[in-house]
């Protein structure tokens, strides 16, 4: 029990203080989670778009794929990223693995089907509201397209959030791919279960305080988005 409030201690010393090396891993986290939400985003609302406003032979199919892959392990894709990445794999030339690009990679290919899986549901139900007007108009896809990704602009943000969500927590697939090297491609959830193996639990609870914050933060956001448009304060 010593153990454990003297830790708390220390944890709660290191973020008062802004210890360097949980600055440091804290920042690298949100340099890396960022990224990958970003270029997620880029990929997953355009295709939720698409989704919504066009019929095309594979779209049911399209969409159970997305569906069954938002449960796929993240293990799972840090093991099909690293034989990509490895020497012997087809992007090995690049030298990627174990660097912060292979752990965007990674988030990227565990977050698309999460957002683009909400963002499509958000936006069928404002198509059906849009549908008969912009057909009259006699707008192209693309043009129906902006106008469902600009409307639906705060369903979409919850979407990037809880993508957000899911990859800031990610430790499977970033362990695999990133190696958890020191001052490399140490992120938050991996230091947290290196420093918990090596006994300092004052660096764990601090990191993973951290974490905790960020979770709350973001479904704060989330809950306060979605209470903002039942509301129909746009």
């Known amino acids: 029990m010593s153990d454990l409030w003297g830790g708390l201690s220390q944890a709660f010393y290191m973020l008062v203080s802004l210890d360097a090396d949980l600055v440091e891993i804290t920042l690298r ?3 890396v989670t960022l990224t990958a939400l970003v270029i997620a985003s880029l990929i997953a609302l355009p295709l939720g778009a698409l989704l919504a406003v066009r019929r095309f032979r594979i779209r049911r199919l399209t969409i159970a794929v997305l569906n069954a892959l938002m449960g796929l392990p993240p ?3 840090g093991l099909i990223v690293y034989i990509m ?3 012997s794999g087809p992007f ?3 030298g990627l693995l174990f660097t912060p690009t292979a752990m965007i990679i990674a988030q990227v290919i565990i977050i698309v089907p999460l957002i683009a899986s909400i963002a499509h549901q958000a936006l069928r139900e404002l198509w059906s509201d849009y549908h008969d007007l912009l057909i009259s108009m006699n707008t192209t896809h693309a043009q129906r397209m902006k106008t469902l990704l600009w409307d639906g602009r705060r369903a979409l943000l919850t979407a990037a959030l809880a993508g957000f969500g899911r990859a800031i927590g990610e430790v499977g697939a970033i ?3 990133g190696g958890n090297i020191d001052h490399h491609t140490r992120v938050l959830t991996t230091a947290i ?3 918990t193996g090596k006994g300092d639990f004052a660096l764990a609870l601090a990191l993973g305080f951290v974490l905790i914050a960020m979770a ?4 704060l956001v989330i809950h306060w988005l979605t209470q903002t448009e039942k509301e129909g304060r746009w």
């Open 29 to 31: 986290s949100l340099q």
């Open 75 to 77: 293990v799972v894709v």
């Open 85 to 87: 990445l490895s020497r």
């Open 92 to 94: 090995g030339v690049f």
């Open 175 to 177: 362990m695999v791919v």
């Open 193 to 195: 279960a290196l420093e």
């Open 216 to 219: 709350i933060a973001v479904n």
